[in-house]
């Protein structure tokens, strides 16, 4: 016998197996709670609620479903302009949540949600204020271009439930620079929901070129 050879044909009979291609990891949840935070669209903060929102369709949809279950509860609102975006601002508790729309640019408002159940309600609000530039502030100069047009943003909810939101109008265009003012609302909640105004300030910012 040959002793060589016989190591050398055990090594050839021996199975021979493929390599696969190692799959990849899954996201782990705290990067997928990360990407919601990030989202402009999160998730409610108690993990109960979601949106769904349908940028693809003719009709572009935002939909409150079940977290848990993916149940459909209530669809929020609808638009055919393809230029429509939504954002959400839930309050701390998941009790509400303030709805942004922006319809084409450069254009948004804000709507507020109260939980009834496992739905949420639209609730009254008052008319904002207008964020308007006095025509003294442009010192006879053109500002062609509106960058943000009474641009209202649901800034931040108060622990006693109050909302905190900007109105927002931008004017630029030429050589002139820019001039901002920025409204800065508080809306207190009575206990129908109807919304107040119990704060409302302004301030004005000019930027030259």
């Known amino acids: 016998m040959f002793p060589g050879l016989f190591i050398l044909l055990a ?6 197996r493929s390599q696969q291609p190692t799959a990849s ?12 935070e ?8 108690d993990g109960k609620f979601a949106f769904v929102v349908d940028y693809e369709s003719d009709v572009r949809t935002i939909t409150l479903i079940d977290k848990a279950s993916k149940k459909v509860l209530q669809r929020l609102d609808e638009e055919d302009i393809s230029s429509t975006y939504w954002h959400a601002l839930w309050a701390g508790d998941s009790s509400r ?3 942004m729309t922006r319809v084409g ?19 009254k609000l008052p ?3 207008k964020a308007n ?12 271009h509106f960058a943000g047009n009474n641009w209202e943003e649901a800034e931040s909810w108060d622990k006693d439930g109050s909302l905190n939101v900007s109105i927002t109008t931008t004017i630029d265009g030429g ?35």
Do not use: C, W
């Open 38 to 45: 990030n989202s402009d669209t999160p998730a409610s903060p």
């Open 133 to 144: 530039i006095p025509e003294k502030m442009k010192h006879g100069k053109s500002y062609p």
């Open 175 to 209: 050589d002139a620079g820019a001039i901002s003012a920025t409204r800065n609302v508080k809306l207190s909640f009575d206990k129908s929901g109807k919304g107040n105004i119990v704060k409302n300030t302004i301030k004005y910012e000019t930027e030259k070129e």
């Open 97 to 99: 949540f303030a709805l």
């Open 105 to 123: 640019h450069p254009n948004q408002g804000v709507d507020v949600y109260f939980r009834n159940g496992d739905k949420f309600r639209k609730v």
């Open 11 to 16: 090594a050839l009979s021996a199975p021979i």
């Open 127 to 129: 008319t904002l204020p």
């Open 25 to 36: 990891p899954s996201p782990s949840v705290a990067e997928q709670n990360e990407e919601e």
